[in-house]
T-cell receptor, first 112, second 118 residues
Framework: RKEVEQDPGPFNVPEGATVAFNCTYS??????FFWYRQDCRKEPKLLMS???SGNEDGRFTAQLNRASQYISLLIRDSKLSDSATYLC?????????????FGGGTRLMVKP | SQTIHQWPATLVQPVGSPLSLECTVE??????LYWYRQAAGRGLQLLFY??????ISSEVPQNLSASRPQDRQFILSSKKLLLSDSGFYLC?????????????????FGPGTRLTVL
């Protein structure tokens, strides 16, 4: 079983749609969770951290369910510029190297 | 604010040639530093990480090596490139757990070097 699993997609949605991505992780002791965005042929960029209480940043909402080891990202009112690959990222949090475990990514394509 | 630089942006090298990629970080001190590789259409693979000057940990055995001669400088090298070394090489930094007083910090990536070995 992969440490961080995501549906690779692609998710093809029209502009204005709401889309949700899910991610599961295997290490129940994981401490920190993030969503990164990677545009084609570019570096990953931190989109948002994910907190147990859930957090929102504009059109983006992230949720964490520790009991089910499940993380989600909701994008409302999709824009063409949201087209990218979204990486679910987990930090076990118990290593001095501060290493991250990356999911394979979910590709989103927003169409006009 | 912190910035991370990588160069060159693109590189085409023949098989068997040497490699040197450089990464520098500005605006922070004592960062953890990382080298990743991303093959076309694939996920990120951690190659090396460093928690301090001269301290290198290797995650994947291969013909690559890394060095950290200064606090904010990280170098990826190879003596002889293979075709399979082609890919997108990304350097990243994070605050060390010692500095933040907590584990689980995010990482920030440089713009990457796209390497093609022919």
């Amino acid at each position: 079983r992969k440490e961080v699993e995501q549906d690779p997609g692609p998710f093809n949605v029209p502009e204005g749609a709401t889309v949700a991505f899910n991610c599961t992780y295997s290490n129940s002791a994981s401490q920190s969770f993030f969503w990164y965005r990677q545009d084609c042929r570019k570096e990953p960029k931190l989109l948002m951290s994910v907190y147990s209480s859930g957090n929102e940043d504009g059109r983006f909402t992230a949720q964490l369910n520790r009991a089910s080891q499940y993380i989600s990202l909701l994008i409302r009112d999709s824009k063409l510029s949201d087209s990218a690959t979204y990486l679910c990222v987990v930090n076990p949090g118990n290593n001095a190297g501060n290493m991250l475990t990356f999911g394979g990514g979910t590709r989103l394509m927003v169409k006009p | 604010s912190q910035t991370i630089h990588q160069w060159p942006a693109t590189l085409v090298q023949p098989v068997g040639s040497p490699l040197s990629l450089e990464c520098t970080v500005e605006g922070t001190s004592n960062p953890n530093l990382y080298w990743y590789r991303q093959a076309a259409g694939r996920g990120l693979q951690l190659l090396f990480y460093s928690v301090g000057i001269g301290q290198i940990s290797s995650e994947v055995p291969q013909n690559l090596s890394a060095s950290r001669p200064q606090d904010r400088q990280f170098i990826l090298s190879s003596k002889k490139l293979l075709l399979s070394d082609s890919g997108f090489y990304l350097c990243a930094w994070s605050d060390s757990p010692k500095k933040r007083g907590a584990y689980g910090n995010e990482q920030f990536f440089g713009p990457g070097t796209r390497l093609t070995v022919l």
